[in-house]
């Protein structure tokens, strides 16, 4: 099978949270299992570019429609840690991928409309006609409504079969509202597509939706957890687009995203002090040691809470906050992983970094940074994870690997993968860490605490809990043969 993944990021080269990990862990995967996978992104200049092997010219420059203006867009092709990626780059005065991030600008809607195009063009331009175009996010949602209406589903000539295409839901907090200046850009007609059926929103009619396009034209929709997919159908997490994903719930299903056990593996993680598994744990607590002594920690017989998180109000960060404070006073340590994009945000987080600095039982690190990710993950006792809504979450999923219990709120991803210790209807084995419903400050205390007073009084179940996370498979090994399924269902014959 020919699977041309289409998104704004791939790990570890292009990634700002979970969908990197996801591009690259389920391509990578697909590749495995003998299936040929081209990743297409577009060729930021914030690219890790130590990390793509072989970076080398594929095509000169694809002419993509833009306004009334023509853009040659080069193409070039790299490998990224056993994938093959091709990053699309427009030559263009708007210099629309060297803003040194991936998101984040006031142009974005055009930055990915026209990356939209792009893939189009080349793909009809190169000759290449995947099995399935797997498109993710509002950033792709254009793919599928231009795959109709401007390329014929790339079909290879008359009565062939069309291209399917597969679109994945990672968030509903962000669908593209834009203007319908963004569809003329491509060359789309706002007058055919502006329709309630089509992609106009249905909490404001003058507006594109771009994910609500990436619904209505694709083949199949995906959301990343079971919990989430029931969340966005009947819940206001549907934010909008409830009464649309039910009407097309023949065509929609929930699948929990994997973790890539090659990068997320305590038996062979080189940033780790000491490796360990089930059967090793107590060394564990050198990574521990060392955790202690990279981030100026006091040696303590004490739990360290962690939290590593996109400081975004999606994570419940004042439940973060009073979370670092009233763990603080119950005995624990805390390390906290986290950057923030919203400015008010960040500045709460930097004055408490600040009012913390003192204290020998804490460390705020208010930045990106993956390799400190994975010692944290090494070396911490307790994860907290409140989120507000949660598609699926990959912290809880990692933590669990290595021996972190979660403490989480009991949403989307987060509900189908965390069993709490003392109140779910699981078997003891399946139990693994704690959940709270509530958005309230009193309700996750009642979960800290019951944690930390396991930690301290029952080292033993602790453990317990700690190894049944670690059995529990979220390899993309035991996830991705959902989507093959998927499509295979979908392949043209
Ligand atoms: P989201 O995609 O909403 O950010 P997920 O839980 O699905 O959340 O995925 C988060 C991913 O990003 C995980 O791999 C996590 O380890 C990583 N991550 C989040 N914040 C940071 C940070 N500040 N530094 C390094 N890695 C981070």
Known sequence: MYVAMVSAECAPVAKAGGLGDFIHGLSRELVLRGHRVEVLLPKYDSLRRDLIEGLAPLHPGIPVPFFDEVIPCRVDQGRVEGVDCLFIDPHSSHAFFERGRIYGEGDDDVRFALFCRAVLEFLAQSGRRPDILHCHDWQTGLVPVLLWEAFDG???????????????????????????????????SPHRLLTPDRLQDPGNPRCVNLMKGGIVFSSFVTTVSPRYAWEVQ?????????????????????????????????????????TYGRDTLADKAQNTAALRRRLGLQEASKPILCVVSRLDRQKGVELIRHGIDHALGHGCQVVVLGSASEPAVAEDFRRLQERLAPSPDAHLELAYDEELAHEIYGGADMILIPSVYEPCGLTQLIAMKYGVVPIVRRVGGLADTVFDANYSDRPFSERNGYTFDDLTSTAQDHAMDRAIGLWYQHPDYFRQLRLNGMTADHSWGARAGRYLDIYHHLRRP
Request: proline share 3%; charged share 15%; hydrophobic share 40%.
């Open 154 to 188: 790339l079909r290879s000539g008359p009565g062939a079969a069309a291209t399917s295409v597969v679109y994945t839901l990672h968030n509903l907090g962000h669908q593209g509202w834009v203007g319908e200046a963004v569809l003329r850009q491509v060359g789309l």
């Open 234 to 274: 009947h819940t206001e997490q549907g934010m909008g687009l409830q009464g649309l994903l039910r009407q097309y719930n023949d065509k929609f299903a929930g699948v929990l995203n994997g973790i890539d056990d090659r990068i997320w593996n305590p038996l062979s993680d080189r940033h780790l002090a000491r």
